[in-house]
């Protein structure tokens, strides 16, 4: 439905911050909850935060990560503070029309995704 370009990734440290931006099309970009997933080898894709009238994180990164979204330029943030290891996944943008849901299926479009690796 949209176009969404993930960006941000990178090597860092434990204990870093890093910011991923996702940068979405079209012109009904408020009409749609976003949400960060990720992806760790040998896992299952797992939601992390969701922005959309509502907000959600999950509890292992409560109090850490910001979701955040700036309506005007398209684009949603994942700010991540004191990273961890196993914070180390690929990590995707997704939208879909409506409230957040916590189910992957019910997104229907995805970015890229972008590789976040953190060192001990």
């Known amino acids: 439905q949209v176009q969404l370009v993930e960006s941000g990734g990178g090597l860092v440290q434990a204990g870093d911050s890093l910011r991923l931006s996702c940068v979405a099309s079209?012109?009904?970009?408020?009409?749609?909850?976003m949400g960060w997933f990720r992806q760790a080898p040998g896992k299952e894709r797992e939601l992390v935060a969701a922005s959309g009238g509502s907000v959600y994180y999950s509890g292992s990164v409560k109090g850490r990560f910001t979701i955040s979204r700036d309506n005007a330029k398209n684009t949603v943030y994942l700010q991540m503070s004191s990273l961890k290891p196993e914070n180390t996944a690929v990590y995707y943008c997704?939208?879909?029309?409506?409230?957040?849901?916590?189910?992957?299926?019910?997104?229907?479009?995805w970015g890229q995704g972008t590789q976040v690796t953190v060192s001990s």
């Open positions: 079209g012109r009904t970009f408020r009409y749609y909850a």
């Open positions: 997704a939208a879909r029309i409506g409230i957040i849901s916590l189910q992957s299926h019910e997104y229907d479009s």
